[in-house]
């Protein structure tokens, strides 16, 4: 029986953080768009960014200009507020992806609730697809979500990979990337184990079941240079959005150099 090549992990980077530079100080600089170009020739695959309701750091600007000159395919991130969908289907990127906002949030804590929020969802992606534009929902890696987003005509999942990334963070003594008490940090090390088996597992699941129902299957959030290669393991993953970590790494290596190393980190 002839081996069947596992399929390639591409990179999107999602650049928000740079525009959060440039909004702690109300000025013009660092520009996001002047990321385009070094992401592009350093092995990014994808620019994703994201138009927040209370637009806290991706302007309409921004957004129009990133999807206008981007060499590489723009993700756009957006929630299913009506006239946040007026607005990306205007601009026309490769690709939305709808997601859960919370204006108290420091960053988005969990999936979208397909279930309870369906009809709407439906009502955007019927919208954004008649715009000509590809949509995933980013949403908990759990089977009955999978199963309604394929029910809602998505074209891709983006599997929200919190979880995973907390728990990764604890088990090798840091912190986690999201606030937690430090009752929840004083877990046992055999527990934090078996919680990273079942998170890392339930992705898995649910990305599996996501490709054997031909959906396309996106993973992100919390993903960083150390817990990155278990999330290349799962081959039904074919690709993973990463912005803080390659951002952050960026301040002190460069941002060439940043995704290079993380686009490395990316090969199966």
């Known amino acids: 029986?002839?081996?069947?090549?596992?399929?390639?992990?591409?990179?999107?980077?999602?650049?928000?953080?740079?525009?959060?530079?440039?909004?702690?100080?109300?000025?013009?600089?660092?520009?996001?768009?002047?990321?385009l170009a070094i992401c592009a020739q350093n092995g990014?695959?994808?620019i994703t960014i994201h138009l927040r309701e209370d637009r806290r750091h991706i302007h309409d600007e921004d957004a129009k200009k990133i999807i206008a000159s981007s060499p590489i395919p723009v993700n756009l991130e957006c929630s299913i507020n009506a006239d946040i969908i007026d607005i990306v289907c205007r601009l026309k990127p490769h690709r939305a992806t709808l997601v859960p906002e919370n204006r108290a949030e420091v960053t988005t804590e969990g999936g979208l609730d397909v279930i309870s929020k369906s009809a709407a969802i439906s009502d955007a992606i019927e919208r954004l697809h008649e715009a000509g534009i590809e949509v995933s929902l980013f949403i908990d890696p759990v089977i009955n979500a999978v199963e309604q987003s394929y029910a809602l005509d998505a074209d891709f999942v983006e599997l929200h990979t919190g979880h995973f990334a907390n728990v990764y963070a604890m088990l090798n003594s840091a912190l986690p990337y999201s606030h937690h008490t430090i009752k929840e940090l004083d877990i046992p090390r055999d527990e934090l184990k078996s919680q990273l088996d079942e998170a890392l597992n339930a992705v898995r699941i649910s990305a599996e079941h996501a490709r054997s129902i031909h959906l396309q299957v996106a993973a992100g959030h919390g993903l960083n240079y150390q817990n990155v290669r278990l999330m290349t393991d799962i081959h039904a993953i074919t690709e993973l959005n990463i912005g803080q970590s390659i951002i952050a790494r960026s301040v002190f290596s460069g941002l060439a150099d940043a995704v290079k190393e993380m686009k490395q980190l990316c090969q199966r």
């Open 44 to 46: 990014a695959d994808q």
């Open 1 to 35: 029986m002839q081996n069947v090549p596992n399929p390639p992990m591409t990179l999107g980077v999602n650049i928000d953080h740079i525009a959060v530079l440039r909004e702690a100080r109300k000025i013009n600089d660092p520009d996001p768009l002047m990321a």
